[in-house]
C-alpha cells in the first residue's frame, strides 16, 4: 500500500533563517507531488506541484522553493524565512491511472517563525 | 479568480441531524472532478467523497452523499446522522481536465456537532 511521510511535524524557526521540510511517498512509482500551505484557520494554498524528477511548477512567487531530488522525494525549502512563512505545511500525492486523482496527504509540518 | 467557493465559515448541527454544507464552483473545462475533504483538528486531510462531471448520479459514501446539481455548479456535501466526531473542517476542492493536474481548494467550513 502507498503511505506519505513528511517531517519534521513541527518547527520553530527565527525569521531569517533556512528551512527543509521532506517529504516521501513509498508504494508507487512516479507520482504527482504537491506541497500546499494553510495559514490558521483558513484554506489550502497551492505552493508547488511537480510530475517529475526536476520539473517543478511554482504557484505563489515567495521567498519558498522546491525540489524533486528522486522519484518520490519532495522538498520544501528556503533560504531565508518570514514571519509571513508560519503555517501549517502538507504534502500531498496523487497517482496516474486512479480514476479519481485524489490527493492523498501528509500528516503535515507546523511551522512557527519567530 | 477563485475557483472554488465556500459561503459558510462555520456551521452547527444537532447529534443525528442532517446537514448540507456549500460548494459552488468555477471552470470552463466540461471535464473535472469535485472533491470533498475533512481535516479533524489533528490536522490531517481525509479524502471523503469524490464527484466526476460525467458522473450521472450522485456520489454517496456512506453517511456522505454529494448533491451535484452541474447547471447551477454547485457540488454541496451532505452528512446524514450527524455524529460528535463529525466535528471538523471540512474543504470542497476541484481538479480540472483530465490526467492528474493541481487540485484548488475552498476556503472551508468550521462544522461543529452538538450533543
Known amino acids: 500500500s502507498q503511505t506519505i511521510h513528511q517531517w519534521p511535524a513541527t518547527l520553530v524557526q527565527p525569521v531569517g533563517s533556512p528551512l527543509s521540510l521532506e517529504c516521501t511517498v513509498e508504494?508507487?512509482?512516479?507520482?504527482?507531488l504537491y506541497w500546499y500551505r494553510q495559514a490558521a484557520g483558513r484554506g489550502l494554498q497551492l505552493l508547488f506541484y511537480?510530475?517529475?524528477?526536476?520539473?517543478i511548477s511554482s504557484e505563489v512567487p515567495q521567498n519558498l522553493s522546491a525540489s524533486r531530488p528522486q522519484d518520490r522525494q519532495f522538498i520544501l525549502s528556503s533560504k531565508k524565512l518570514l514571519l509571513s512563512d508560519s503555517g501549517f505545511y502538507l504534502c500531498?500525492?496523487?497517482?496516474?491511472?486512479?480514476?479519481?486523482?485524489?490527493?492523498?496527504f501528509g500528516e503535515g509540518s507546523r511551522l512557527t517563525v519567530l | 479568480a477563485q475557483k472554488i467557493t465556500q459561503t459558510q465559515p462555520g456551521m452547527f448541527v444537532q447529534e443525528k441531524e442532517a446537514v448540507t454544507l456549500d460548494c459552488t464552483y468555477d471552470?470552463?473545462?466540461?471535464?473535472?472532478?469535485l472533491f470533498w475533504y475533512k481535516q479533524p483538528s489533528s490536522g490531517e486531510m481525509i479524502f471523503l467523497i469524490y464527484?466526476?462531471?460525467?458522473?450521472?448520479q450522485n456520489a454517496t459514501e456512506g453517511r456522505y452523499s454529494l448533491n451535484f446539481q452541474k447547471a447551477r455548479k454547485s457540488a454541496n456535501l451532505v452528512i446524514s446522522a450527524s455524529q460528535l466526531g463529525d466535528s471538523a473542517m471540512y474543504f470542497c476542492?476541484?481538479?480540472?481536465?483530465?490526467?492528474?493536474?493541481?487540485?484548488?481548494f475552498g476556503a472551508g467550513t468550521r462544522l461543529t456537532v452538538k450533543p
Open positions: 500531498a500525492w496523487s497517482g496516474l491511472g486512479l480514476a479519481t486523482g485524489e490527493l492523498f
Open positions: 464527484q466526476g462531471s460525467y458522473d450521472q
Open positions: 508504494g508507487t512509482s512516479n507520482p504527482n
Open positions: 476542492a476541484m481538479r480540472e481536465g483530465f490526467g492528474n493536474n493541481d487540485m484548488r
Open positions: 471552470t470552463s473545462d466540461p471535464s473535472y472532478g
Open positions: 511537480s510530475v517529475g524528477i526536476g520539473q
